[in-house]
């Protein structure tokens, strides 16, 4: 059974600081690996999404890495903002053609203080 | 603007009432969709896989006769929960993706209070 684990499970730090996410999955022949954002009572925002073949993608002040071999994926979030609090979910798949969902982490609830 | 379309957003109802919950693509067509359920403090857990025109795939420990799942267009899957218990009370999600390689896109989820 896949397992997808998220550390830490909560983190609170000042706003401006840079931090780093870590995940990390059981069997490393995912497909694709993906980081999402979630708001308290609300659904899913995709940030980044990372094809098994590439190491990191960015977005803005994101940036999600992929070590496959390890099976590790770490998401790093640069001067954060009170705005970036909300719980970050990674989830990944393992098939190409869209026929199997998503095994997700159980997410790390990330608090930016003022 | 959301891709993906979840409807309701909150449903609160007594034990015995069965509840549908209808998730849609809005811009373009989902020959599979995906439903999820998350309890409180935990991780998603995928419940079932909607395949337009053909009968779901549910993952193991999930009732079928229970969560009957219906995706008759390839915009639309509807998720009904019979005869809901406090039990089944959650936060139920849909997904579905354009394209293997791409994202899946959210609905905004349902949360279920059955009293």
């Known amino acids: 059974k896949q397992e997808v684990t998220q550390i830490p499970a909560a983190l609170s730090v000042p706003e401006g600081e840079n931090l780093v996410l870590n995940c990390s999955f059981t069997?490393?022949?995912?497909?694709?690996l993906q980081w999402f954002r979630q708001d308290p009572g609300k659904g899913l925002t995709s940030l980044l999404l990372?094809?098994?073949?590439?190491r990191e993608q960015t977005s803005g002040r994101l940036n999600a890495s992929l070590d496959k071999s390890s099976g590790r994926s770490t998401l790093y979030i640069a001067a954060s903002q009170p705005g970036d609090s909300a719980t970050y979910l990674c989830?990944?798949?393992?098939?190409?053609?869209?026929?199997?969902?998503?095994?997700f982490g159980k997410g790390t609830h990330l608090i930016i203080q003022p | 603007g959301a891709v993906v379309s979840q409807h309701p957003s909150w449903v609160i109802c007594k034990s015995g009432t069965s509840v549908k919950i209808e998730c849609r693509s809005l811009?373009?067509?989902?020959?599979?969709m995906f439903w999820y359920r998350q309890f409180p403090k935990q991780s998603l857990m995928l419940m079932a896989t909607s395949n337009e025109g053909s009968k779901a795939t549910y993952e193991q420990g999930v009732e079928k006769d229970k969560f009957l799942i219906n995706h008759a267009s390839l915009t639309l899957s509807t998720l009904t929960v019979t005869s809901a218990h406090p039990e089944d009370s959650s936060f139920y999600i849909c997904?579905?993706?354009?394209?293997?390689?791409?994202?899946?896109?959210f609905g905004d989820g349902t949360r279920l209070s059955i009293l």
């Open positions: 069997d490393s022949a995912i497909y694709n």
């Open positions: 990372i094809q098994s073949s590439q």
């Open positions: 811009d373009f067509q989902a020959t599979t």
């Open positions: 989830a990944v798949t393992y098939s190409g053609g869209g026929a199997d969902g998503l095994t």
């Open positions: 997904s579905a993706g354009r394209q293997s390689n791409q994202p899946q896109h």
